[in-house]
């Protein structure tokens, strides 16, 4: 069955680390809109080198920009059976081409996720983040270290703390998300694809969550 997820939710609040599981769980492409575009960043395309003008400062990198590169990855053949799309739509724009692309595919979004978080908490949670360099596996220096300092337990990789988890540029991705993302909870609500889940709970609840809401235990 081919499934297209969307988490929604502010910066911080999870999204990165429940798509890989339920990725993992489920075989479906986890789609990255900001791991794209720093995979961009890292081979210096001229695509990486525009986002990163935005990146930097918080903002978001254009809409004709960002859905080129999103029906591109949905495109490929791992892609096939569905994906979970984090980060990615971030305007109603977005919304709109996802819809058309995905009828192209032949597919819809089945459901929308929106994790919930609270303000504070979100800044204290990306200032103590730190990202895999290699496949952008993701830590937090209090609540899920990695068994060794700096290292990524699952590939070896070096750990960093990412330029715009730096407490100003968060404050401006969360006000960015409030005035531009935000709307696509009532989009998907009204479409009855909306599933509420509390994201201040311990990583394994909310992934159970998930996977209930989800009804994904078959899959296991
Ligand atoms: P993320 O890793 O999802 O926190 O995204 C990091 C940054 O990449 C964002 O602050 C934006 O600058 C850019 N970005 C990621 N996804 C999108 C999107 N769907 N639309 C526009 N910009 C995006």
Redesign the pocket.
């Known amino acids: 069955m081919t499934r297209y997820l969307v988490l929604l939710g502010p910066?911080g609040v999870g999204k990165g680390t429940q798509a890989k599981i339920i990725s993992e769980r489920t075989g479906l492409a986890h789609i990255?809109?900001?791991?794209l575009?720093r995979e961009n960043l890292k081979n210096q395309t001229e695509l990486g080198k525009l986002?990163q003008t935005?990146?930097s400062r918080?903002?978001?990198?254009p809409d004709d920009v960002?859905i080129g590169m999103i029906r591109e990855r949905l495109s490929r053949p791992d892609c096939k059976a569905g994906a979970i799309l984090d980060?990615?739509?971030?305007t109603p724009t977005?919304a709109d081409a996802l819809e058309a692309m995905l009828d192209e595919f032949n597919g819809h979004v089945d459901a929308a996720p929106f994790i919930t978080g609270d303000e504070d908490v979100l800044v204290e949670r990306l200032g103590d983040r730190w990202t895999c360099r290699a496949n952008g596996h993701i830590y937090n220096q209090k609540s899920n270290p990695p068994r060794e300092p700096g290292i990524c337990d699952f590939d070896g990789s070096e750990l960093y703390q990412r330029e715009?988890d730096k407490p100003e540029t968060v404050k401006r991705?969360i006000h960015v998300y409030l005035e531009q993302t935000s709307p696509l909870i009532d989009y998907y609500r009204r479409r009855g694809k909306l599933i509420e889940i509390d994201g201040m709970q311990t990583i394994e609840q909310v992934t159970q969550a998930l996977v209930s809401a989800l009804d994904i235990q078959s899959s296991l």
């Open positions: 910066p990255s809109s900001g791991d575009f986002a935005y990146m918080g903002e978001l990198v960002t980060g990615f739509p971030r977005q715009d991705r």
